[in-house]
């Protein structure tokens, strides 16, 4: 069972990977390969960092609101 927050969460990564396939190759491929890397990187952090969570979670938020605004069609990934 998952929390609100979780399903948040969820609900914001599905958005950015539809938002991702709206973009034209290659940026789709980079967009969504960040994403995952990301969301993969940090699945494991326990539930109890809470505030680490919020943390990650409203920095992609704002990421993702930057890019959208911006027309971004590519990223570089490090």
Do not use: C
């Not at 950015?16 to 995952?36: D, G, H, M, S």
């Amino acid at each position: 069972m998952h929390s609100k927050f979780q399903k948040e969460i969820l609900q914001f990564y599905r958005q950015v990977i539809k938002w991702a396939n709206l973009k034209p190759e290659p940026a789709r491929l980079t967009i969504k390969q960040y994403a995952q890397n990301e969301y993969r990187k940090n699945q494991n952090i326990p539930k109890k960092k809470f505030d680490r969570i919020e943390f990650l979670f409203r920095q992609g938020k704002n990421k993702y609101e930057i890019w959208k605004d911006a027309k971004i069609d590519k990223i570089q990934m490090h």
